[in-house]
């Protein structure tokens, strides 16, 4: 603060600090506060608002748990979405390591600005682009069938697929990054002195890089599992008929049926179960919170 | 166990940058030899050759007699000590030391009583539980030469391993290196830039500078006879002179320089008629109220450093060069005053005439 003062006079901290106030405030925790309290209300019409049924309860909560369609739709939705955290994952850390200890460094800008350039796209228009991309009689089959790896078009978007392989892409950055700062900041030396005792390639990673790696490998998969919970473009473009994502339903209630306080409750339910299951997977693997937060 | 080190005319190259220039040693089994030179020689570099992570752009590398070509560090049986140590931080100090063993399948009871066993061969032994963040600096570096050794390598090679550590820390554990390696007849090479570690550890000195090997030759006879100028200045205090060979008889030349002609020793490959150097070293300088023999410089005494156990004395000669001498301190010797005029003497076989560049004297060296 003390910073801000000296670098910009009073005049335009107090206009920043109003603005990023404003903000966090107005557009951020008030409408949270707003929902919050109405996920507690029953959906009345206009005139019997404020009326003798209009008190708070759980119900729009356990419609959820009457509901089993619902709550299987949640459990394939984390499901899945742990998937995407483990295939991103996959592809992030070899990746990152190649970035962090491998690559030239010369290179890295060069690379960095490849992998960032996708991002300056909407992500509508990513998600669209592989709804094209995986169409049945689009470029990918028509590539495999040219190149003689498959023999018939495949039907890429059904069941889930689609939904993961959009997913991936869309997120799998948030899990390179973390990984690659956590393997930038470890020693080259220990990597050598584990060879050195003879320790395979394998071991090396999996007794010395890895450990270190832990807490960017968990606020990577945070970042993406939450991200992918709550994603509703990817799922809405790429899903199939037989695939549905939670977030669809929260949209269906406060869209379709225009019950924006069982929507709420709904949204509120996928934050707080997937941060319960977030907190019981970091316990299982025995990550606390502070390592993330480093 | 243990293995001879075969350098063969070994070049590193970087880019267009030669760090290891032709060197050729052979190193042998059981002894320990140290590679001394200042910053950026290359001794980090022949170092690394060995153990694998480089490989050398011109010769042959062989441990034990086998050419180590295309084995990769961990086919080696060389265990390297990082100068930073780069030990474990996740893994407390018994799964440090036992690493190697996990690596080689060995259980895990079995790798917990060697490593307590290495423990003990260190001077740690209640240290097995610990974090390696508990751990002073002494005691992470003896953990390192524990991890090291619990993979039975047939060389070890050590990176200025006590460079972090203080005088004190430092001198004890030259002590504990050499007993080590005496007790367990590995082969050790060891990388300093400290000529006083270097002298008083090593079976052998390879004295490096700039890529090359300079000399290779016991301690004694890296400051006694050292084979030109670099490694006559890069070891040990000297009074230089730059003059020219005039008459030489048996091992000994007449050397005119600014400050008179002396007669002194010649060193390889100097010859008559050669511009040169003459090294001679302060503990050599005797102190006479008047002129005496062939080699005898009129000077006037500027300062008197008392350092204990010796005497410093520095004097400047009629041309203004400044000289100096050390007089033990064992009170047979009149201390002399800033202000005397004296003589300083010396004998010819004391002094020798050098060619080569002599070293840029690092600060701490
Ligand atoms: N990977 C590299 N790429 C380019 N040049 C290098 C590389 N490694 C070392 N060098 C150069 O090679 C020379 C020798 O380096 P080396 O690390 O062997 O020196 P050293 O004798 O160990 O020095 P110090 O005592 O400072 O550790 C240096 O000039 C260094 O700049
Ligand atoms: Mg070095």
């Not at chain 1, 200890?101 to 682009?129: C, H, N, Q, T």
């Not at chain 1, 799922?235 to 209630?253: G, V, Y």
């Not at chain 2, 050729?24 to 910053?39: D, W």
């Not at chain 2, 050794?149 to 006590?162: F, G, R, Y």
């Amino acid at each position: 603060m003390k910073d801000l003062l000296n670098r910009y006079g009073l005049l335009l901290t107090t206009v920043f600090a109003v603005l990023t106030g404003f903000w966090i405030l107005v557009l951020v925790v008030l409408p949270n506060i707003y929902l919050f309290e109405h996920s507690f209300k029953p959906y009345l019409p206009v005139a019997e608002l404020g009326g003798p049924k209009d008190v708070y309860s759980l119900d729009n909560y356990l419609t959820f748990f009457r509901s089993p369609i619902h709550i299987s739709v949640f459990f394939w939705t984390v499901i899945y979405s742990a998937v995407v955290t483990f295939i991103c994952f996959l592809i992030a850390y070899p990746l990152a390591y190649y970035l962090s200890k491998v690559s030239a460094r010369a290179l890295l800008p060069m690379i960095f600005l490849l992998l960032f350039i996708p991002l300056w796209v909407s992500e509508v228009l990513r998600s669209f682009a592989w709804f094209i991309i995986l169409a049945l009689k689009g470029p990918l089959n028509a590539s495999l069938l040219g190149l003689g790896i498959i023999e018939d078009p495949v039907r890429w978007i059904t069941g889930f697929r689609g939904v993961i392989i959009g997913l991936v892409y869309t997120y799998v950055l948030f899990m390179l990054f973390p990984l690659y700062n956590a393997i930038q900041s470890l020693d080259t030396n220990q990597i050598e002195a584990a060879e050195d005792l003879g320790a395979p390639w394998w071991r090396t990673h999996w007794r010395v890089i890895l450990p270190h790696a832990k807490p960017g490998i968990a606020s990577g998969s945070v970042m993406v599992f939450m991200l992918s919970a709550g994603s509703i473009l990817v799922p809405t473009l790429l899903a199939s008929t037989n695939s549905r994502w939670f977030t669809e339903i929260i949209q269906q209630w406060m869209f379709e049926s225009q019950d924006w306080n069982t929507g709420s409750a709904y949204a509120f339910l996928l934050l707080i179960l997937c941060t319960v299951f977030v907190s019981a997977v970091m316990r299982v693997f025995r990550v606390k919170l502070s390592d993330i937060a480093k | 166990m243990s293995a001879g080190v075969d350098l063969d005319n070994v070049c590193a190259d970087f880019g267009t940058f030669r760090a290891v220039d032709n060197v050729a040693v052979n190193i042998q089994p059981g002894e320990f030899f140290s590679f001394l030179g200042p910053s950026g020689c290359g001794k980090t570099t022949i170092l690394r050759m060995i153990s694998g992570f480089i490989s050398p752009s011109q010769g042959v590398i062989r441990i034990g007699g086998k050419d180590m070509k295309g084995q990769r560090p961990n086919q080696r049986p060389t265990a390297l000590i990082f100068q930073n140590l780069a030990l474990f931080p996740l893994m407390p100090v018994w799964e440090n030391i036992a690493f190697g063993l996990e690596v080689r399948g060995v259980d895990k009871q079995k790798r917990r009583a060697r490593a307590e066993e290495l423990l003990h061969l260190v001077d740690l032994p209640d240290a097995a539980d610990k974090a390696v963040a508990q751990l002073s600096g002494g005691q992470k570096q003896r953990v390192a030469i524990a991890r090291a050794l619990a993979v039975e390598p047939q060389v070890m090679l050590l990176d200025e391993p006590l460079s972090a550590l203080d005088l004190k820390l430092r001198q004890h554990m030259r002590a504990e290196l050499r007993a080590i390696q005496k007790r367990t007849g590995v082969t050790f090479i060891y990388i300093t830039h400290d000529q006083g570690e270097a002298l008083a550890m090593s079976d052998r000195v390879g004295v490096m500078s700039q890529g090359k090997l300079q000399q290779v030759a016991n301690p004694r006879d890296i400051y006694n006879n050292p084979a030109n100028g670099f490694v006559a200045s890069f070891v040990g205090e000297n009074n230089i002179f730059t003059g020219e060979v005039q008459g030489t008889e048996g091992n000994l030349a007449r050397f005119a320089t600014a400050s008179g002609t002396f007669t002194a020793r010649l060193g390889p490959a100097v010859t008559q008629g050669m511009k040169a150097r003459l090294f001679l070293r302060p503990e050599h300088v005797r102190l006479a109220p008047g002129a005496g023999g062939t080699n005898s410089i009129p000077v006037e005494v500027t300062d008197v450093a008392f350092e204990g156990n010796f005497i410093s004395i520095h004097a400047r000669d009629a041309g203004g060069q400044v000289l100096l001498a050390e007089a033990r301190n064992d009170g047979a010797t009149a201390v002399p005053a800033p202000g005397d005029r004296l003589h300083f003497t010396f004998d010819g076989q004391n002094a020798v005439i050098l060619t080569g560049d002599t070293a840029a004297r690092d600060i701490d060296a």
